[in-house]
């Protein structure tokens, strides 16, 4: 697939089909995190690769807590009873149940800089630059995946989940991977170009 049409066709995915990937579609996935840009070159990224059915099981549990306190919390208008319950039905029937999850964090271990905050920031940015090539590379190879930035509002229970020592590595997000049960169509974007770019 050509690189444009990558990055013009990739949208997230949430429902997966019960059918591992291939190793190497997996070490693909894994491989093209690395190849990101990263501030500084000093590669302040972690991931832990989520693939036995016990793991899986348990990181699906804790996406679904998590997905659901962005609906009932973190929301100004949180979702009314009836719409939650028919999200429920759907996670029931296996919604973002995925044979393949990724863990991405920072690794903030060794420190390289005089401003820790600035170096914080830019080792997040260097993880979601990896995130989006796992997902591009992913997309390339007819896998779907989803971001997952909901653990954020949960995290002390996915540290202890990943076994992870947060003072060490930051937790960025969870990616979901898998082949998708339906094709999805690209979403449309809601504001314009012209509405975001300014010619200065
Ligand atoms: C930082 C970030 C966090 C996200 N977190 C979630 C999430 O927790 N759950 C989810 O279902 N989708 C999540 N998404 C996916 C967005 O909802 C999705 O990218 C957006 O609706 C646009 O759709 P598209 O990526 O299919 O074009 C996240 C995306 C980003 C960039």
New binding site residues.
């Given amino acids: 697939m050509d690189l444009m049409e990558a990055i013009n066709t ?3 995915v ?1 429902d997966f089909l019960d059918q591992p990937l291939k190793e190497e579609e997996k070490q693909l996935i894994l491989e093209s995190a690395i190849r990101a840009p990263t501030a500084g070159g000093n590669e302040q990224w972690y991931f832990v690769a989520v693939e036995s059915k016990d793991s899986l099981d348990g990181l699906h549990k804790l996406l679904v807590d ?2 659901r306190a ?1 609906f009932t919390e973190m929301l100004k208008v949180p979702w009314p009873k009836d719409q939650i319950e028919k999200w429920e039905k759907k996670v029931e029937a296996g919604l ?1 149940k995925a044979p393949f999850y990724v863990a991405v964090f920072t690794d903030m271990r060794a420190r390289y800089y005089t401003r820790s905050d600035v170096e914080e920031r830019w080792a997040e940015q260097s993880a ?1 630059a990896a ?1 989006e090539n796992m997902l591009l590379a992913a997309h390339g190879m007819g896998i779907g995946g ?6 954020l509002l949960m995290e002390d229970k996915f540290y202890e989940f990943f076994k992870v020592n947060k003072e060490e590595m930051r937790l960025v ?1 969870v990616l979901a991977f898998g082949y998708p049960k339906q094709k ?1 169509s ?2 449309q ?1 809601k504001k314009s170009l012209k509405e975001v770019v300014r010619s200065f």
């Fill in positions: 990739r949208t997230m949430r998590a997905q962005y973002y979601a995130i989803c971001w997952f930035g909901v653990p997000a999805p690209p979403r974007r």
